[in-house]
Each structure stands twice: as structure tokens, then as C-alpha cells.
């Protein structure tokens, strides 16, 4: 357990139970139930409990990381790190569990109707939709150019952790790539001990056209981004879009401008793709929670 911008406990030693059994009003009769959402950091092998970072849960307790369980492995069925779920906690004088959970679906309301209809065009005819890479998978190779122009292969950080985000620096809109950006920007100064040393940022560019390893270069300097621990990525068309695909993000031009879907990704040491969080409905803190438990693997 930790408060939203602590460190994670060490192994999630404090279960829920422990902790809302010492919150928990004494004498109570009746089980209580609370409405709690958050972000999936990790699910046990056995699949009877889960760790969440997750908001404060009104009338119990503060935003914090913590582990909860279920009665039944098929409650976690659908549930993947990254995902953004709700469920009810239960909490009795004896006892505490998770029901009732469900995966939110990412859904712009930023987006205007047609946007949001032609990316899902784009989803379902792209044959690489279906050939998306699934979380549990080795995530293939490959290789773009970085803001100083030099070549960067995701085979290079094979023994650390990586995170992906994708944007385009003329974006307009605040909250989308600077949003994500600004994530990543967080993420970076939580990590300091870690940047570039176990623990790489990768932003990849959908714009490849406009922007160039110079307008990266400037773009990264507006972060302040580490050079050796947060790498801005650019290629060839086709390799822009072989990497977007690989995550499933979509894009097209628009009047200028670039209507696109949005994913981070993380990655472990092993080159294993732990999560992929589509839509920008997660916090920076959430997003260093699921990296610092990638971490700790």
C-alpha cells in the first residue's frame, strides 16, 4: 500500500484485508460495500486477487496501491495491467473482496462523432488490427532514429524496462499528446534513479513527415528529457506505421492537423509487453505505478 505518490510496498505485503480491517468501523453488523475505480498494475497466476492503483474511495480512504481479492478466478477474466476497471469492495469485520468487476472501455468524449467513426474504420480494416500484439507477448524488434539521429532498436534495452508513448508535436490539443507527454515528463522525475539506467521513455512521432530529429531535439528540450533515459523517435513512413500497428494506433491527416488513437505501452525486461493503456483517462501517478511494478518484476 502507499499514498498515490509513495513508494509501492514491497511484494503488495499489505493486502486489503489488513488495511481496511484497521479502518473499519468497530462493531459493524451489516458487510459495506464501496464504488472504487482505478488502474490494473497486476494480476496473481492464480487469478483470485489483483493489484490496483486506484482513486480515493469515498467514505474509506485515500487514492493508494493495493491488493484486493476475488472469490472466483473467472471475476478477472477480462482483466489485463493497464486496464482501467470498477468493481465493489466489500468489507465485513472479518473480511474484505472484490465483486462485480468490469473493465472500462476507453471512449473519447474529446473527439467529435466522425472522428472517432473513421478511426474505427481504420481499427477494423487494417489487417495488423487483428495481428495487434497482446499483453503476456514478446514485443518484436524494431528500429526508428532518435532526436539526435541516432538509430534506436528496442532490442538495445533488453534488461530494462520500457515505456512507449506515441504523439505528434504540432498537436493542438492539450489534452492528448501533451497530456501524454507530460506523463511521460512525470514518470522521468519519479524515476530519477532509474532513468536511462534500468528504465527507458520512448516517444515515437505518427507524423514522421513534419517531424524531423531536430523538431524532436527541440520538442524533447521543452521536457527537459534526459537524453540517454527519454529517447523521441522518428522514421520511415512504413516504419512509423509498422511500430503505430504493432500497438494499435491509429492515425490520418486531417486539414493540417493528425486525428489519432492513443496508447502507451510497457514493456519488461524481458521484452514482454506488459500493458497497453488506450485513452488518455489515467493519471502520470497510475502510469508509475504499472512502471514501478514493472520495475520490481
Known amino acids: 500500500m502507499h499514498a498515490r505518490h509513495g513508494r509501492l510496498a514491497a511484494g503488495f505485503v499489505l493486502t486489503a484485508l489488513a488495511v481496511l480491517l484497521a479502518v473499519a468501523a468497530p462493531g459493524a453488523q451489516q458487510p459495506r460495500r464501496y464504488a472504487v475505480t482505478g488502474m490494473v498494475l497486476e494480476v496473481a497466476p492464480s487469478r483470485t486477487s489483483f493489484v490496483v492503483s486506484h482513486d480515493a474511495i469515498t467514505g474509506l480512504m485515500a487514492a493508494m496501491t493495493m491488493s484486493f481479492e476475488v472469490r ?17 469492495l466489500v468489507v465485513s469485520d472479518t473480511a474484505a473482496h472484490a465483486e462485480q468487476v468490469k473493465v472500462v472501455p476507453y471512449r473519447s468524449v474529446e473527439q467529435d462523432p466522425l472522428t472517432a467513426y473513421r478511426l474505427a474504420l481504420l481499427k477494423r480494416g487494417r489487417p495488423s488490427a487483428a495481428g495487434m500484439i497482446p499483453v503476456g507477448q514478446r514485443v518484436p524488434d524494431f528500429r526508428l532514429t532518435d532526436q539526435a539521429r541516432q538509430p534506436v532498436s528496442l532490442s ?8 512507449v508513448n506515441f504523439i505528434y508535436t504540432s498537436c493542438a490539443l492539450p489534452q492528448f499528446c ?10 522521468q522525475k519519479r524515476f530519477q534513479q532509474h532513468a536511462g539506467r534500468d528504465l527507458v521513455l520512448l516517444t515515437v512521432t505518427f507524423d514522421p513527415a513534419r517531424d524531423t ?29 509498422r511500430v503505430c500497428a504493432m500497438f494499435g494506433v491509429e492515425f490520418f491527416p486531417d486539414e493540417g492537423l493528425m486525428n489519432h488513437s492513443i496508447h502507451t505501452a510497457v514493456i519488461d525486461r524481458q521484452g514482454t ?21 514493472a520495475l520490481k518484476r
Open 156 to 163: 538495445q534495452f533488453r534488461g530494462k524496462v520500457v515505456a
Open 72 to 88: 472466483s478466478a473467472d471475476a478477472l477474466a477480462d482483466v489485463t495491467p493497464g486496464s482501467t476497471v470498477t468493481f465493489t
Open 213 to 241: 530529429p531536430e523538431k524532436l531535439a527541440d520538442y524533447a528540450r521543452q521536457w527537459k528529457a534526459q537524453p540517454e533515459a527519454w529517447r523521441f523517435l522518428t522514421g520511415t513512413a512504413d516504419d512509423i506505421k
Open 178 to 187: 501533451y497530456r501524454i507527454a507530460n506523463h511521460f515528463g512525470v514518470v
Open 273 to 293: 509487453l506488459v500493458a497497453n493503456i488506450e485513452g488518455n483517462r489515467f493519471s502520470a501517478a497510475q502510469l508509475g505505478d504499472l512502471v514501478e511494478t
